[in-house]
């Protein structure tokens, strides 16, 4: 399954490459980045997604697909965590406004889907 997977990314990647040449100005115009280490940061994240598809196959081959998945949903927490973090120290990149109303809804919504999971969790044993 992993060089099934692999070609997959690989091939979604070189895809992608001629969306970046063809909008290399406005990404330039978005950061002060150069040409490459847009390139290398996005190829980072590339790499890491993968290896995280990887992780979450590997979970499902060998453990209850229902436990697995309800154990990916706390990847919310996460980017809450993050766009909280990112917020505080640099909000000019967010483009959303975070503010009490808007955040008690998303932790709202992250609530629940994590009652469900413990639920799922629970239901598995």
Not at 20 to 29: A, D, P, V, Y
Not at 31 to 46: C, D, K, V, Y
Request: proline residues 3%; positive net charge.
């Amino acid at each position: 399954n992993f060089p099934l997977l692999g070609w997959l990314f690989l091939g979604m990647g070189i895809g992608t490459l001629p969306l970046f040449w063809l909008q290399r100005k406005n990404l330039l115009s978005l950061t002060r980045l150069e040409w490459r280490q847009i390139f290398s940061w996005t190829w980072l994240a590339g790499c890491i997604s993968v290896l995280s598809y990887f992780f979450v196959i590997s979970a499902i081959s060998r453990g209850p697909a229902t436990l697995v998945d309800a154990l990916l949903s706390t990847q919310a927490f996460f980017v809450l965590a993050l766009t909280i973090i990112l917020s505080i120290h640099q909000p000019k990149h967010l483009q959303e406004s975070i503010n009490s109303r808007s955040l008690s809804y998303k932790v709202a919504g992250i609530m629940s889907m994590s009652i469900g999971a413990c639920l799922i969790i629970i239901s598995q044993k």
